[in-house]
T-cell receptor
Framework: NAGVMQNPRHLVRRRGQEARLRCSPM?????VYWYRQLPEEGLKFMVY????????ESGMPKERFSAEFPKEGPSILRIQQVVRGDSAAYFC?????????????FGPGTRLTVT | QQPVQSPQAVILREGEDAVINCSSS?????VHWYRQKHGEAPVFLMI?????EQKGHEKISASFNEKKQQSSLYLTASQLSYSGTYFC?????????FGTGTSLTVIP
């Protein structure tokens, strides 16, 4: 059973460009979480999604950031008009519906660098 | 709402024991513990649910005192592979909060 997959693993964007980060949850998992981790800091909750639904996006910046988890395909975290402060590692995690989101399996992360 | 962990950092010699504490200002219904090595994703260690239980995972165990809103992670006879940053995590509604982190370094 493949684990949580994220791609790309490394992404470099110039200021003002768009960044798209993808997360494929483990097979059978219908809950996805996105987190941001700044260098030498902990993980900060951004958004919690289930298939076709955003359950909680209270940790996401109000502007430029959006997330989706379509019926088919991976979950996407989209950052428009990136700025240097967006440089961070972005992790997604998935959990099966039955766990109530308690046990999360993390992907390897996408390291975004904004130049 | 972010749980506070102590200590922030600890250095151990192989074979020594360590305790990492996690405190929350809000009521805790469950506590998770994860370990993250530099440049890697967090790895799940264990979950503790209400009831003051203690769980074990090899030589790593944890306790949960919901009245005190605290959890502690115990590392016994530490090994080099235990090095990393340890995070506790708690849920509040639909959100998941990671603690401030404790950097653990085990030296030979």
């Amino acid at each position: 059973n493949a684990g949580v997959m994220q791609n790309p693993r490394h992404l470099v964007r110039r200021r003002g460009q768009e960044a798209r980060l993808r997360c494929s949850p483990m097979k059978g998992h219908s809950h996805v979480y996105w987190y941001r981790q700044l260098p030498e800091e902990g993980l900060k909750f951004m958004v919690y999604l289930q298939k076709e639904n955003i359950i909680d996006e209270s940790g996401m910046p109000k502007e430029r950031f959006s997330a989706e988890f379509p019926k088919e395909g991976p979950s996407i975290l989209r950052i428009q008009q990136v700025v240097r402060g967006d440089s961070a590692a972005y992790f997604c995690a998935s959990s099966p519906a039955t766990s109530g989101g308690l046990k999360q399996y993390f992907g390897p992360g996408t390291r975004l660098t904004v130049t | 709402q972010q749980p506070v962990q102590s200590p922030q950092a600890v250095i151990l010699r192989e074979g020594e024991d360590a305790v990492i504490n996690c405190s929350s200002s809000k009521a805790l219904y469950s506590v998770h513990w994860y370990r993250q090595k530099h440049g890697e994703a967090p790895v799940f260690l264990m979950i503790l649910l209400k009831g003051g239980e203690q769980k074990g995972h090899e030589k790593i165990s944890a306790s949960f005192n919901e009245k005190k809103q605290q959890s502690s992670l115990y590392l016994t006879a530490s090994q080099l592979s235990y090095s990393g940053t340890y995070f506790c995590g708690t849920t509040s509604g639909n959100q998941f909060y990671f603690g401030t982190g404790t950097s653990l370094t085990v030296i030979p």
